[in-house]
Structure formats: C-alpha cells, structure tokens
C-alpha cells in the first residue's frame, strides 16, 4: 500500500552500510591496525540484478558504485550495463534521503531489523549452500581422478 516507497530499501540499507564500513575502517583503531599491516576487505554486492521488470535494469549496478566494492552480476546485466549504464560513484549520494527511508518504513509498519535480519539470515544460507555443492563437486572430481 506504500507504492512510493517499493524499490528503495536495498539501496538506503547498502548506503547506510556502507557508512558503516567507512566508520570501521577509519580512526585510531584502523590506523594502529594499519600500521601493522591491516588491509581493509572490501564491501561485496553480491549478485546484483533487479528482479522487478518495472525497475531500471541496471538501478542496483548503478547506485552501488563506490570505492573499495566488489559487485558480482549476472551476464545479462553486465551487458545492460555496458549498453546504457551510467558510471559514476552513486552510493555515498543521498544519505539523507536513505535515513528518512528507513524512518518512512518504520511509520509504514515495516519493521527494518527485521528486514535485514532475514535478509542476512538468508543470505549466509545460499552462500553457505553453494559452497556446500562447490566443496562436493571437488570431492566428486578428486574421487575421480584418484580412482583413474
């Protein structure tokens, strides 16, 4: 019922974030880790394509531009992307706009932990799955080639 706010929160949840990521790896602390040789691990959007036919199919690509991310897409959205993508540095633009976002939700009955937790939750599930299927396919190809 709040079709004004549909589309919006993976993007303010991956701004605020990466807020967030910048505060870790900054200050004191991170510079005495630093000098030590400390590197900072890269922020990942993983799998990035928009589901919604009725959103911009290069929305997520393009708003996640930032420095220190990785983005992995599907093939079909890389080539959106090559074709009528906009390059240029997006995900530290309208933060405030992403705060009032998550302050819009909770008035809708959104309740955003929620939200991220299951999307977390989830989230390690697939990766861990995968990495499951890619742990037994190895398994399956070393059977193989001790067996020949």
Same mark, same amino acid.
């Given at each position: 019922? *709040?079709?004004?706010?549909? /589309?919006?929160? =993976?993007? #303010?949840?991956?701004?605020? $974030?990466?807020?967030?990521?910048? $505060?870790? @790896?900054? /200050? !004191?602390?991170? &510079?005495?880790?630093?000098?030590?040789?400390?590197?900072?691990?890269?922020?990942?959007? =993983?799998?990035?394509?928009?589901?919604?036919?009725?959103?911009?199919?290069?929305?997520?690509? &393009?708003?996640?531009?930032?420095?220190?991310?990785?983005?992995?897409? !599907? +093939?079909?959205?890389?080539? *959106?992307?090559?074709?009528?993508?906009?390059?240029?540095?997006?995900? +530290? %633009?309208?933060?405030?706009? =992403?705060?009032?976002?998550?302050?819009?939700? #909770?008035?809708?009955?959104?309740?955003?932990?929620?939200?991220?937790?299951?999307?977390?939750? &989830?989230?390690?599930?697939?990766? #861990?799955? =995968? @990495?499951? +299927?890619?742990? &037994?396919?190895?398994?399956?190809?070393?059977? %193989?080639?001790? $067996? $020949?």
């Amino acid at each position: 019922g *709040h079709d004004e706010l549909k /589309g919006k929160l =993976a993007v #303010a949840n991956a701004r605020l $974030a990466y807020l967030r990521y910048k $505060a870790l @790896f900054s /200050g !004191p602390r991170w &510079e005495y880790l630093e000098s030590k040789g400390a590197t900072p691990q890269r922020v990942l959007w =993983a799998s990035t394509s928009v589901k919604n036919p009725d959103y911009p199919d290069t929305m997520y690509v &393009e708003d996640l531009i930032g420095p220190d991310t990785v983005n992995t897409m !599907p +093939e079909e959205t890389i080539k *959106h992307f090559q074709d009528h993508g906009h390059p240029r540095p997006r995900l +530290e %633009s309208e933060l405030e706009q =992403a705060r009032k976002l998550i302050g819009e939700l #909770a008035e809708a009955g959104v309740d955003y932990k929620d939200v991220t937790d299951t999307l977390e939750r &989830e989230g390690v599930e697939k990766f #861990a799955s =995968a @990495f499951d +299927e890619l742990l &037994e396919s190895l398994e399956q190809k070393r059977s %193989s080639l001790v $067996a $020949a």
